[in-house]
């Protein structure tokens, strides 16, 4: 079946421009989340969503990050004014449980460049 | 506050020869441990995960993995890897509610004939 699926696979953008990258997860799964991976580094924790419902946007680094998940599928992260240090991997993992439950399923993440 | 060490960023290992990565975590509250692994250009895949129970856990691929709650460790081993094991693996920490979890920095390992 379909796994988790992210677009653009690849993104160059000019400093100040805004993105926007979205995320398919797996079909109804109700968790929802986005993490960024800088260049040799773990993954980091951005935000999460409970179907529409953003409940922990705690690891945004930034009020220039911005995501949401209107009707409880698809979710997009959009990044305004963007910054050289914005460069990173954008992962995004879908979850069928609810809160409580580790069971994460990772998308292939979007490579963002701002130059 | 919780956090994960990976004690190697890159580990060479001969084909056939046994793996072992380290991961130590700090936390305050219980936690759940586990062990991901990236291949170029794609996304995290879980080998294998401790929530309870036994302190040997035994994943995908000929994984496993002990959970030794004293010296906050969850080390990751193979008796055996193959070319295919070249990849960059990250051990992670999930103690919250919602399940976030909280990555090391990762382990790149490169296996040669």
């Known amino acids: 079946g379909a796994g988790v699926s992210q677009s653009p696979r690849y993104k160059v953008a000019k400093r100040g421009q805004d993105v926007a990258l979205r995320c398919d997860p797996i079909?109804?799964?109700?968790?929802l989340f986005w993490y960024q991976q800088a260049l040799g580094q773990g993954p980091e924790f951005l935000t999460y969503?409970?179907?529409?419902?953003?409940?922990?946007k705690s690891g945004l680094p930034s009020d220039r990050f911005f995501a949401e998940r209107p009707e409880g599928s698809v979710s997009t992260l959009k990044i305004q004014r963007t910054q050289q240090e914005d460069s990173a991997v954008y992962l995004c993992?879908?979850?069928?449980?609810?809160?409580?439950?580790?069971?994460?399923?990772f998308g292939p993440g979007t490579r963002l460049t701002v130059t | 506050a919780q956090s994960v060490t990976q004690l190697d960023s890159q580990v060479p290992v001969f084909e056939e020869a046994p793996v072992e990565l380290r991961c130590n975590y700090s936390?305050?509250?219980?936690?759940?441990l586990f062990w991901y692994v990236q291949y170029p250009n794609q996304g995290l895949q879980l080998l294998l995960k401790?929530?309870?129970?036994?302190?040997l856990v035994k994943g995908i691929n000929g994984f496993e993995a002990e959970f030794n709650k004293s010296q906050t460790s969850f080390h990751l081993r193979k008796p055996s890897v193959h070319i295919s094991d070249t990849a960059e693996y990250f051990c992670?920490?999930?103690?919250?509610?919602?399940?976030?979890?909280?990555f090391g920095a990762g382990t790149q390992v490169v296996v040669t004939p």
């Open positions: 969503f409970q179907n529409e419902a953003q409940l922990d």
């Open positions: 992670a920490v999930g103690s919250d509610s919602w399940g976030k979890l909280q």
């Open positions: 936390s305050s509250v219980s936690v759940y």
């Open positions: 401790y929530l309870s129970g036994s302190t």
């Open positions: 079909s109804g799964h109700v968790s």
């Open positions: 993992a879908s979850s069928p449980r609810l809160a409580g439950s580790y069971e994460q399923y």
